[in-house]
Each structure stands twice: as C-alpha cells, then as structure tokens.
C-alpha cells in the first residue's frame, strides 16, 4: 500500500545556536529571543490543523523557557535530545558529548516524564563516538544524517575515513537513522548571518523554498511506494510573518498531496515495522 508520511520538525535553539557561533552581543542574543515568541504563533496553527510534530530542543533552552516548552509538550507534540548546549558533537570530548546527553536527557524527563528516544546534533555534525553513545543511552533514532532523502537506514559505526584509500563502511547498528538535509532546511535559505571570516546571506524569497520544498515531496511520491519526507525548520526563522505564510502554504499543500504528518518517533517505529516485516 502506497503511504507516503512527512515530519514537520522545529529545532528550538533560541539564543543557544548563537552563543555556540561566539555571537553573545545583546543583538545577536535578541534573535534567539524572538524563537520564544515564534513558538507561540507555530503552536496555534499546528493545533488548527490537528498536526503532531517534533521538537528538538537543548537542555540550556529548556531551562531557560521552560513555559514555552510545557506547552510545546502540551501540544501532544514530541520533545528529543539536540543537546545541553549548541555546540556540535564533532566540537566535544568524548566525555563531554556523553555528559551533554546525559544532562539533557535529565532536562528532558523532567519536562515529559518520560525518557526521549530521538537525537538530532547542534548543526548537524557527529563525532566518531556519537552513534555508540546514542545505543549506549537507549535511542531509537538519530536524525542528522543525509545517505538518503525518503527512505531511513540503520546508522553504522567503525567507518574508516582515509584520504588516500577506499572508504571502509563499518557497523550496520540497529539505531535508525531517519535522514534531513540543508535544502530542507529553513535556516541556510533565510537567515542573513555575519561570521568572522564568513557571510551566509540568506533571506531567498520564501515562495521560491515552499516551491521546493513541495517538488521534493512530489518527487518522493514519484518514485517511492512509501517514504518519509523530513521538514526542519527553527522558530526564530519560520516565525516571521512571511514565512508563517509559507508554513501555512506547505500544510496545506502537503495535505492535497495526500500526506500524512506524523511524528518522527512514529515515522521511526513505521519504518522499523515495515524492516522486520521483510
């Protein structure tokens, strides 16, 4: 049977993604804030349109907005792991990325009561170790990889990365990768961004990504019997009022497309039953 389900996701970094770029002046600080006040306008529309989706948010902004993320949870929405802080695993000790899971997944059973079982790391970039920490703390899925758009796999461990020899795949874990990409991304299309040494420039025009980003689900329909298509988006981008259009604009094109929006802890469960169904 043909079945083709999206996931709606919102990374809720607020000031965190900003402080783990270095930017910590007031008006850097000041475009997290404004992700507070974009939860507040994306929780309404998706309960209007009786939408369950996933949140990914790190423990430093659970503290810090805890009203906000009770009503995220409120919502009947899911809550995974993105974290203590912003600051990607690729970036950390190995002790230290397993200490930031552990403290966030405390964060985060104080606000559910209950434990996640979904990952996704600070911009999108693992550490050697990250996989086996996340079997180690009981995970079902990650979602910060891209070795597909529709379909997820089962993430391995033990790759060997040479730059002269052929590439070793290593270890086939039973932890689920459920797959994203950038140009699923709204951050890298809108957000105008000054770094030391770097410009990401941002702000495309927003009819042009909804185009997109309804052609890849076309495309998916296209060619795959059954598929999930992964949206990730940020409050503090998709929350401003042009935008919110757009968001309103993919639900509802998404929907007379025949999708079916699903959470990624069941989008996850889905793809494992259909695994051990042969």
């Given at each position: 049977?043909?079945?083709?389900?999206?996931?709606?996701?919102?990374?809720?970094?607020?000031?965190?993604?900003?402080?783990?770029?270095?930017?910590?002046?007031?008006?850097?600080?000041?475009?997290?804030?404004?992700?507070?006040?974009?939860?507040d306008r994306i929780l309404p529309l998706l309960e209007k349109n009786a939408i369950p989706t996933s949140w990914f948010i790190p423990g430093t902004t659970i503290k810090t907005y805890p009203e906000q993320c009770r009503r995220i949870v409120d919502g009947g929405h899911e809550v995974g792991n993105h974290g203590w802080t912003h600051v990607p695993p690729a970036d950390l000790t190995p002790e230290k990325?397993?200490?930031?899971?552990?403290?966030?997944?405390?964060?985060?059973?104080?606000?559910?009561?209950?434990?996640?079982?979904?990952?996704?790391?600070?911009?999108?970039?693992?550490?050697?170790?990250?996989?086996?920490?996340?079997?180690?703390?009981?995970?079902?899925?990650?979602?910060?990889?891209?070795?597909?758009?529709?379909?997820?796999?089962?993430?391995?461990?033990?790759?060997?990365?040479?730059?002269?020899?052929?590439?070793?795949?290593?270890?086939?874990?039973?932890?689920?990768?459920?797959?994203?990409?950038?140009?699923?991304?709204?951050?890298?299309?809108?957000?105008?961004?000054?770094?030391?040494?770097?410009?990401?420039?941002?702000?495309?025009?927003?009819?042009?990504?909804?185009?997109?980003?309804?052609?890849?689900?076309?495309?998916?329909?296209?060619?795959?019997?059954?598929?999930?298509?992964?949206?990730?988006?940020?409050?503090?981008?998709?929350?401003?009022?042009?935008?919110?259009?757009?968001?309103?604009?993919?639900?509802?094109?998404?929907?007379?497309?025949?999708?079916?929006?699903?959470?990624?802890?069941?989008?996850?469960?889905?793809?494992?039953?259909?695994?051990?169904?042969?």
């Open positions: 049977m043909a079945e083709h389900l999206v996931c709606l996701t919102f990374d809720f970094d607020a000031m965190s993604g900003m402080i783990a770029k270095g930017l910590k002046t007031p008006t850097a600080i000041s475009r997290g804030e404004f992700g507070a006040v974009a939860v990325e397993d200490e930031g899971l552990e403290r966030a997944n405390q964060a985060l059973f104080d606000l559910c009561g209950k434990t996640t079982r979904g990952y996704r790391s600070p911009s999108w970039d693992l550490s050697p170790v990250t996989v086996d920490l996340l079997i180690k703390h009981g995970f079902l899925y990650d979602s910060s990889m891209m070795g597909h758009d529709h379909i997820p796999y089962y993430a391995r461990r033990g790759d060997v990365v040479s730059d002269e020899e052929p590439f070793e795949f290593g270890e086939v874990t039973s932890l689920i990768e459920m797959p994203i990409s950038w140009s699923l991304d709204d951050f890298p299309h809108f957000e105008y961004l000054r770094l030391p040494n770097s410009v990401l420039p941002g702000l495309v025009n927003a009819g042009h990504v909804l185009d997109n980003w309804v052609n890849d689900f076309k495309y998916m329909k296209r060619t795959e019997p059954w598929g999930i298509l992964t949206y990730t988006m940020h409050p503090f981008v998709i929350g401003r009022g042009h935008r919110m259009m757009m968001l309103e604009g993919l639900i509802q094109a998404l929907r007379e497309q025949g999708a079916r929006f699903v959470t990624m802890e069941d989008a996850a469960l889905a793809f494992r039953e259909r695994q051990e169904a042969g």
